[in-house]
């Protein structure tokens, strides 16, 4: 049994990442796992799909997050071609989104093999216009637009300012707070957010609880496996890891689960699998689907569970029954 994982570079895999953890977890269930990097798919002569992967196959004393990343960092991992119809199912871990790989997964997903998540989920609710679009979900106020007029007169009805951000980006990567009636600075932040993605601003009101922190939940299949809090440095506005923000242990809320109630039915509809929620207060504000992460500090504060098997699990349940049992 073989799992294909298209990744955005296999020598930048880090041992904190969801990535290893789920290379790992299927190893230890006895999954081969294929690593397949943008620039390695091919068409073949033939017109098979084929692409060029770095190996990782089960053994007697199993493998560390450790060791998976240092073979993988130093390019040491053995290589091999794979044609992608042989694989039981291919995993989506690549960010920022890159749309030669969705075509390449939408290619294997034609000839019958699962792709999680799937390239059209991914379209749709990794842009921001996605959240934004869904009325029973509990969310700041939010506008997703390309027009100035109308991102200034929305910003002008939230005494404590807007969040403007793009539509397709992650990491804390050219987001802004704006104070209230401050036009020019306004004007500023939309230019940097043009310079992104699809060029789509979006603007949302910001929430004063922000204060308190921001919470990473992590969703699998309908369920909430675990989450942290995110507690932003000082002078800084953002709840990024990357940004300088501190984690902290959660216990997962009522309200946490009535916002994973009200987003199911949106996420199961367009075939998530798994996905990163954000919330600040009572709200959700954004949904991670294109790499969600999380998976480490929420284990890291959860001891006492095993958050890796349940996803390891899910893979299994979807190439078969019998994969399951492994």
């Known amino acids: 049994m073989r799992i294909g994982i298209a990744i955005t570079r296999a020598s930048n895999i880090e041992v904190t990442w969801t990535t290893a953890h789920i290379i790992v977890g299927l190893l230890a269930s006895g999954v081969g796992v294929r690593l397949i990097e943008p620039w390695d798919f091919e068409v073949d002569a033939k017109g098979a799909l084929v692409a060029r992967a770095y190996a990782l196959d089960p053994r007697n004393r199993?493998?560390?997050?450790?060791?998976?990343c240092t073979l993988l960092q130093t390019r040491r991992a053995r290589r091999c071609f794979v044609a992608l119809s042989s694989l039981d199912l291919m995993l989506i871990r690549?960010?920022?989104?890159?749309n030669a790989v969705l075509t390449w997964c939408l290619r294997a997903q034609s000839a019958g093999v699962p792709v999680l998540n799937p390239p059209e989920a991914l379209l749709m609710t990794s842009h921001k216009g996605w959240l934004a679009s869904l009325p029973d979900v509990p969310k700041p106020p939010t506008l997703v637009t390309r027009a100035r007029g109308t991102a200034h007169a929305f910003a002008m009805e939230y005494p404590e300012g807007v969040v403007v951000k793009p539509a397709r980006a992650s990491g804390g990567k050219n987001i802004h707070r704006v104070s209230h009636r401050r036009h020019q600075d306004l004007d500023r932040a939309l230019d940097e957010v043009q310079k992104v993605g699809d060029r789509y601003a979006v603007i949302?009101?910001?929430l004063p609880e922000a204060d308190h922190g921001e919470k990473r939940l992590v969703w699998l299949d309908g369920e909430l496996l675990g989450g942290y809090l995110r507690e932003r440095a000082p002078g800084e506005f953002r709840h990024n890891l990357k940004q300088g923000a501190k984690p902290h242990p959660i216990v997962l809320s009522d309200e946490d689960?009535?916002?994973c109630k009200a987003l199911n039915p949106h996420l199961l509809k367009a075939g998530v699998w798994l996905a990163g929620i954000d919330v600040i207060g009572d709200k959700v504000v954004e949904v991670n689907t294109l790499?969600?992460?999380?998976l480490h500090l929420a284990q890291s504060f959860t001891p006492d569970r095993d958050l890796v098997a349940p996803v390891v699990q899910s893979l299994l349940r979807?190439?078969?029954p019998s994969a399951a049992d492994v």
Request: glycine content about 16%.
């Open 62 to 68: 199993g493998w560390s997050r450790a060791e998976v």
């Open 94 to 98: 690549i960010n920022p989104m890159d």
């Open 204 to 206: 949302q009101a910001y």
């Open 257 to 259: 689960q009535a916002l």
């Open 291 to 294: 790499n969600p992460g999380g």
């Open 318 to 320: 979807r190439i078969g």
